[in-house]
């Protein structure tokens, strides 16, 4: 007997999203080593345990000075001052600067009691222990204690993904350990008899299985921790003991191929009779057949096998339903407006996606279609940088503004 959620004739992508959202796993915390914090989620709020710079320093290789002193210094006038002092990074000054002296002191230094400015080198002449001032000194060559951070200031939110930066600022900060979201495991399993993996001959009606590998790619650039597994034959004996297996190793699983109408669309069989599907079906182009529910606990995504309805799905669907659920507020999507060269046909009802190339020319930002857009020309991903996001109620001739969600 069909599920009744089967009936469901064709839900928005904005519907699908809160169906998905309604089922959570359980998220974990662990602490990590800040090197071990790239492209990680935190999970509590980060403050700085110092303040940044600790102590106030120079900008410059020069001479710390009295400002007053150094006024009246030109090209043609230069003023003297004697030399007190060396200080270099990581090395405290000694000695107190007073009217008529001068420290020399390297980027990084920190100032000397009674300096209130730098003169940088180049503006300077040393002759036999003093140095001659060509003009006058600079106090903003002075970076001031804590005007980068302060103690205790909020620096990082919880739900930050970890970009190079912040991990640095971490550092910056005097974290060496973080806690983070514990990584997911997500399995894939690709269906279809045709499917064999590269680098075996290929044989006559067989193709080479790509879907696993752009999944495991997207997963990992995410954060989270891709179970690629061989692709199974259209057997619903064989996908049972998949899914499993998968149900016990993973906290989400992905399927691919296999949830349309046709006769072997053996992942839509079978959740229907063993599984719970909580919706079939997006306006969406390409991609439209998902499917999503669950296999006994576990969260399951069946994505169409077209190579790019299944890419497209996974980033307008699943990547929103895993930021979600980890209150992740990253990676940041890189949706940008730029200007059509050409027609695009809008679709009733249904949000259509197609591949667009995004170039910066004298214009501002252009897009364009370039290549063939077929579902299953995974080509189409590699010769445009961007998705095109084309709602139905607009009309998208030459030169309208387009949103472009950048690859
Ligand atoms: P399906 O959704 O199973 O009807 O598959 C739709 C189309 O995608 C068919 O042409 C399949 O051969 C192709 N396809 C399915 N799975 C994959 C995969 N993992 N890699 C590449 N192509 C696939
Ligand atoms: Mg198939």
Redesign the pocket.
Known sequence: MPHPSISNYFISLNEAKSLSQSIKIPIEEEEVNIENSYNRILSKDVYSLVNDPPFDNSSMDGYAVIFSDTISATQENPIELEIIDFISAGHPPIKKLTSGSAAKIMTGAPIPEGADSIIMIEKTKEVDGKVLLYCPSFPNYIRLKGENLTKNELILEKGTFLTPHNIGLLATSGHSKISVIKKLKISII???D??IPPGLEIKKGQ??????YVLEGLIKEIGHIPIRKK?IP?SIEKLRIELNNAALESDLIIT?????M?D??IVRKLMETEGEILFWRIKIKPGS?PLFGLWGETPLFGL????V??SVVFQMLINPWLKYITNSKGPKEKIIKAKLTEEIKNKKDFLVFPRVLVENNEEGLIAYTKTHQGS?N?RSLTTHNGIAIIYPHIKYEINSQIDVLLL
């Open positions: 690709s269906t279809g045709e499917l193709i080479y299985e790509s879907n696993s692709a259209d691919s191929g296999g949830v349309s046709g072997l669309d057949p169409p096998g077209n190579p309805s299944s299953g995974l």
